[in-house]
């Protein structure tokens, strides 16, 4: 978190100040017990207000780091609390209005516009510092502030007119005005801070955003779940995407980090995010395998690009053999171009053999097929040991190219 802009904070307090002097003077001009208490209030405004600038330092601190989601959800109970205040400062306004006789004072309900202009810049500044920061707590302590303003003018209002009119019913709509004004902002303070605490969220469009960053990824097969997290200023994001069954540690984590720091840059506020890898179940497969003769009987073929034979297998629900003369038998080598386009035509994904070339094995990396090795055994054998995981994944060529 970014240090608080202290200048602006500063100058908010300055502006509290005058408000405080110009309702003290009124108290102390016309004895107006309710500009002292209006003065009071301002003293309370100033404590919560150091309260949210002491709890900002504490977040923006080492010892927050020690907690999964760090503190930021104080920031949303201080929001909470404050829309809870506003909103009874509304009704209490409300029904103090009804109940009590008015006291109109001309000069009362002057000091009180007066020392209202400081308290909407106070809030203002509260509300810039709040939105340039992004801590919730400290813009709802703007809008708090600005409730203040809301209030007073309504009251100031009532006590003028009142006073020049000699008619209650001015004191009662000024009353209502603000009162209906306090709980809208009361709401709008609240809203926030309660999906928050609730993990609600706050924004739909961050998830879509999130699925259309992991679909630029390569090695990204699908996002199968993400879980967002709003808390105070920040989002915690929670991913779950599944990846290549065959790919090692090694080779997932980059893939990640990648994921990681595109949501990060592209996605305003993230703080953390945590990825979770699960493998893609592969349910479908079609095997090339090397065949001496065309029979499932048949042995392994050394050569894969001099077989007799090619045994086409598909496993789906039930496994289908088709075994086809080699092409290539005949060719002085294993022709990269004609070999890539027979793969893609029968829909290859996975090839077993004995040896494999270092120009064959990189056309079926290119291509994400995937090579596994076998000794010699039967077809059949070799696709029943296949689908109980008991031949090994080629990593590298098992021969160099001359």
């Known amino acids: 978190m970014t240090q608080y802009p202290t200048k602006i904070i500063a100058i908010s307090f300055i502006f509290l100040a005058i408000a405080f002097v110009i309702r003290i ?18 003293i309370v405004d100033v404590a919560i207000t150091f309260f949210i600038l002491l709890t900002l330092k504490i977040i923006s601190s080492n010892y927050t780091k020690k907690f999964s989601y760090g503190l930021f959800k104080l920031e949303d109970l201080i929001s909470l609390a404050l829309a809870i205040l506003v909103a009874y400062t509304g009704i209490e306004l409300f029904l103090s209005g009804y109940l009590s006789e008015s006291k109109a004072s001309i000069e009362s309900g002057i000091f009180q516009a007066i020392s209202i202009i400081p308290l909407f810049f106070a809030g203002k500044l509260k509300i810039i510092a709040g939105k340039r920061i992004k801590s919730p707590s400290l813009e709802a302590d703007g809008k708090h502030t600005y409730t203040d303003f809301i209030e007073g003018a309504g009251v100031s209002a009532g006590l003028i007119l009142t006073g020049i009119f000699n008619n209650y019913l001015f004191f009662i709509a000024s009353i209502l005005i603000a009162f209906i004004a306090l709980l809208i902002t009361a709401y709008s303070i609240g809203k926030e801070s309660i999906l928050s605490l609730l993990d609600l969220p706050k924004d739909k469009n961050i998830s879509q955003k999130i699925r259309e960053l ?28 599944e990846m290549d069954p065959f790919l090692s540690i090694d080779e997932a984590h980059p893939i990640t980090e990648i994921f990681e720091n595109e949501i990060k ?85 996975d090839i077993i053999c ?49």
């Not at 945590?274 to 009987?297: A, D, G, W, Y």
């Not at 990189?362 to 296949?386: P, R």
Request: aromatic share 10%; charged share 25%.
């Open 354 to 402: 004995k040896n494999v070339g270092e120009i064959t094995f990189g056309l079926m990396l290119a291509y994400g097929i995937y090579c596994w090795q076998s000794n010699e055994d039967t077809i059949k054998n070799i696709v029943n040991k296949f689908l109980t995981g008991k031949v090994e994944r080629l990593r590298e060529p098992t021969k160099q190219s001359k």
């Open 265 to 349: 840059n592209n996605i305003e506020g993230v703080y953390s995010v945590t990825v979770h890898v699960e493998p893609v179940r592969r349910k479908n497969f079609k095997l090339l395998i090397p065949s001496k003769n065309n029979s499932i009987t048949s042995n392994l073929d050394d050569r894969l690009a001099k077989s007799n034979y090619f045994a086409i297998v598909e496993i789906d629900d039930e496994i289908k053999y088709n075994f086809i003369e080699n092409p290539f038998k005949e060719k002085s080598e294993l022709a990269g171009l004609e070999f890539k386009q027979f793969l893609i035509n029968y829909g290859i994904t």
């Open 25 to 42: 003077t009124g108290y102390l001009f016309g004895n107006n017990v309710a500009l002292g208490m209006e003065a009071v209030h301002l």
């Open 214 to 241: 992991g679909k630029n990824i390569k090695g990204i097969k699908d996002i199968k779940e993400i879980r967002i997290r709003w808390a105070g200023p920040v989002i915690f994001v929670e991913a779950i995407i």
